[in-house]
T-cell receptor
Framework: TQLLEQSPQFLSIQEGENLTVYCNSS?????LQWYRQEPGEGPVLLVT?????EVKKLKRLTFQFGDARKDSSLHITAAQPGDTGLYLC????????????FGKGTTLSVSS | DTEVTQTPKHLVMGMTNKKSLKCEQH?????MYWYKQKAKKPPELMFV???????INESVPSRFSPECPNSSLLNLHLHALQPEDSALYLC????????????FGQGTRLTVV
């Protein structure tokens, strides 16, 4: 069974602080994705990491894929209130069909 | 057009009602998904359609019945639901095969009374 463990589950910080969210699995994934979801909305894809060791940057967000393709991290620099939301890592499960499965998510609250 | 459109946005139904949720995409995606999401939890996979064929049913109770009339449309028929079925129901689509980068609709907020 391919499971994705995310930590921390909740994070409450002040504007301007840095933070890192982790996504770990005992299974190898061909790729991992990160989504952000705001209340009452569907998740929105932020990035897909494919190559072991890969680093991708999206403005103040930095995503890493572990060398063994079993883990990933999301680092936010100088967090802003607009970063508040649910951050989800997701990977493809290949079992009688291919489907996207999600980690438990990290609820981030950034206060000004 | 990179949108997945879900209707209705909100639905209140009684336990004896029959209703349907609708989802539409015009991105040419060949995989479509239904997810159920409870408050402060991640989306849970319910069904996957690949090339208009049901490929995954995550042991969902038969009171939920999916339908894929064509490559752009996905329905979820609801009958005899329970209050614990109240949740946000999300539709998503992706290119299909190994590409699982998903585009999600805004969801239907379902309340069963």
């Amino acid at each position: 069974t391919q499971l994705l463990e995310q930590s921390p589950q909740f994070l409450s910080i002040q504007e301007g602080e840095n933070l890192t969210v982790y996504c770990n699995s005992s299974s190898v994934f061909s790729s991992l994705q990160w989504y952000r979801q705001e209340p009452g909305e569907g998740p929105v894809l932020l990035v897909t990491v494919v190559t072991g060791g890969e680093v991708k940057k999206l403005k103040r967000l930095t995503f890493q894929f572990g060398d063994a393709r079993k883990d990933s991290s999301l680092h936010i620099t100088a967090a802003q209130p607009g970063d508040t939301g649910l951050y989800l890592c997701a990977g493809a499960r290949s079992q009688a069909g291919t489907a996207l499965i999600f980690g438990k998510g990290t609820t981030l609250s950034v206060s000004s | 057009d990179t949108e997945v459109t879900q209707t209705p946005k909100h639905l209140v139904m009684g336990m004896t009602n029959k209703k349907s949720l609708k989802c539409e995409q015009h991105m040419g995606h060949r995989a479509m998904y239904w997810y159920k999401q409870k408050a402060k939890k991640p989306p849970e996979l319910m069904f996957v359609y690949s090339y208009e064929k049901l490929s995954i049913n995550e042991s969902v109770p038969s009171r939920f019945s999916p339908e894929c009339p064509n490559s752009s449309l996905l329905n979820l028929h609801l009958h005899a639901l329970q209050p614990e079925d109240s949740a946000l129901y999300l539709c998503a689509s992706s290119r299909g095969r190994a590409n699982t980068e998903a585009f999600f609709g805004q969801g239907t907020r379902l309340t069963v009374v």
